[in-house]
């Protein structure tokens, strides 16, 4: 049976002046079967605009114990990707656009892998170090991000990966905004 972790992305308090943020905020794998064992692995990366650039390519590995496999796959990113994600009150500007505030970027990588039927599948992506201005992480930069797709393909043949349907955005560890497509469920628009 096909689980996925998801990576929580955090976004902290809009009242910092200056982020020590150098690292990516959180991520995402996803998987979409294109027949034949051949599968489109995904995986988005959630940057601080204030951070070191983003990876032009990435590598995910994936293993099956099962099968005896343990191979890694290169993701390119697409074209068009990194456009800003903050949701952030109109009369404020991001660090992605030249102001003061936090933003992020969301990056999509992209890849096609031929899986055998087999019943563990792991797809993996780690990435030292985690964001600075993270505040519930004992000096986050120098721990790991690990992100983490399953998939059963034995059981399951043709199986896709759930998708995101909203962001959880947390703002000064007391408001949130959760957003999709077409739903604003809540939102507190901080000013200085």
Same mark, same amino acid.
């Given at each position: ?39 489109? #692995?995904?995986?988005? @990366?959630?940057?601080? !605009? /204030? &951070?070191?650039?983003? =990876? ?5 590995? +994936? %293993? ?23 949701? #952030?009150?109109?009369? @404020?500007?991001?660090? !992605? /656009? &030249?102001?003061?505030? =936090? ?5 999509? +990588? %992209? ?82």
């Amino acid at each position: 049976m096909k689980q996925k972790l998801l990576t929580t992305i955090f976004f902290f308090s809009l009242f910092v002046a200056k982020m020590n943020a150098t690292h990516v905020q959180g991520g995402d794998i996803t998987y979409r079967c294109l027949g034949g064992n051949q599968y489109e #692995i995904s995986l988005a @990366l959630y940057r601080d !605009c /204030a &951070g070191v650039a983003a =990876p032009t390519t990435v590598s995910i590995n +994936y %293993r099956s114990v099962s099968c005896g496999i343990n191979q890694n796959l290169t993701l390119n990113r697409i074209t068009g990707t990194g456009i800003e994600v903050t949701p #952030i009150c109109t009369s @404020l500007t991001t660090q !992605c /656009a &030249g102001g003061t505030y =936090p933003g992020v970027q969301e990056y999509i +990588y %992209r890849g096609v892998v031929t899986l055998p039927p087999c019943s563990d599948w792991v797809m993996g992506y780690t990435l030292c170090c985690r964001n600075n201005a993270i505040n519930t992480i004992l000096n986050p930069g120098s721990q790991n991000i690990y992100i983490q797709a399953t998939l059963n393909n034995l059981n399951f043949p043709c199986n896709n990966s759930p998708t995101d349907l909203f962001h959880l955005f947390a703002w000064d560890n007391h408001s949130a905004l959760i957003m999709d497509q077409t739903i604003l469920m809540a939102i507190h628009c901080l000013t200085p």
